[in-house]
């Protein structure tokens, strides 16, 4: 009961007017009321149910949007209704098993919207990893491939001071990535790349030095991508790795045991919402890794991640 009535607080604060009336800037009680004809005394409730869900925040008598919420509203205007919407006709019709860019990419433009949750698995990825930390080298080349709003690659960059990040997306999703890296202070080492990476196309991978970083990241991105184009994504991936580095793959994955309702739902919502992409299990993201030439495969799951996304590492055989 809980779960459909924040279901319901939402899909009517977009219906009422209430997000955009407060995307456009912070509003009292009595303004919201007076400009979108709302009963004071139900608003006020309505507003008290929003904040408690993390939505809208309260300065004083003024209400504004949680900076959440804010993301939200510029990737997933409508919280998800248009995509689960048509799950009824795709449990009759299917789809159509072959890329499509433009619901590829609305679903990579969702995931960035929503990276900023995943701020603690990052962090706990980039300790993973230990780029810079004792024993390792200092100063390694990243490139991240699908950046999105780049919360991984950079939460990564920041373990090591000499590092730094070539970021390839396209151009919404740099804008997303420059302002994280501005967050944190990593800007001045951060190249941005402009790229349709759902294109299929691979051309910007040649103006890219060849076998040139220490690390190449994926993440959240091989979940969207059909069979063939996860190969040719991953073959570039190696092929601008340097021999001794490391591809990175952060996603979620099918494992041996029942999916929770987390798992289930990520992965039924990348199934209808991408053309042909889909939750790998472990055993294929690893074949993916070895068909790349890379090998020395390890996995983890990132406890701190909401999503239950885990962390495949290969190096690159010299």
């Not at 009517?12 to 709302?38: F, H």
């Not at 005394?41 to 149910?49: G, K, Q, V």
């Amino acid at each position: 009961m809980q779960i459909n009535a924040m279901s319901h607080l939402l899909r009517t604060a977009r219906t009422s007017g209430v997000l955009d009336a407060l995307r456009g800037g912070q509003k009292t009680l009595d303004q919201l009321c007076a400009d979108l004809s709302l009963d004071t005394a139900i608003t006020s409730l309505f507003l008290d149910a929003l904040i408690s869900i993390g939505i809208v925040e309260q300065y004083g008598e003024d209400f504004a949007l949680a900076r959440a919420a804010q993301l939200l509203c510029q990737y997933d205007h409508d919280f998800g209704d248009e995509a689960w919407s048509g799950l009824e006709q795709k449990l009759r019709e299917g789809r159509p098993n072959v890329a499509a860019p433009e619901m590829d990419q609305a679903m990579v433009d969702h995931t960035a919207a929503t990276q900023w949750s995943q701020t603690g698995a990052a962090i706990q990825a980039a300790e993973i990893l230990n780029i810079g930390g004792e024993g390792e080298p200092q100063g390694v080349r990243i490139l991240d491939l699908g950046c999105g709003s780049a919360v991984f690659s950079c939460a990564i960059a920041h373990h090591d001071p000499q590092s730094t990040l070539v970021a390839v997306d396209h151009r919404g999703a740099l804008q997303a990535a420059k302002s994280t890296g501005d967050s944190i202070e990593l800007s001045d080492r951060m190249e941005l790349v402009e790229a349709d990476l759902q294109s299929g196309e691979m051309d910007w991978a040649d103006t890219l030095d060849e076998a040139s970083f220490d690390l190449v990241l994926l993440a959240q991105r091989l979940s969207v991508l059909s069979s063939e184009a996860a190969v040719s994504m991953l073959g570039v991936a190696a092929k601008l790795t340097k021999p001794g580095g490391r591809v990175v793959l952060v996603d979620v994955f099918r494992g041996q045991s029942r999916p929770t309702l987390t798992e289930s739902i990520g992965a039924l919502r990348i199934a209808t919402g991408t053309g042909a992409g889909y939750v790998r299990s472990l055993k294929e993201a690893q074949q993916l890794m070895l068909g790349a030439g890379l090998g020395e495969i390890q996995f983890t799951y990132l406890a701190a991640s909401r999503e239950h996304l885990g962390m495949m590492v290969a190096r690159k055989i010299t």
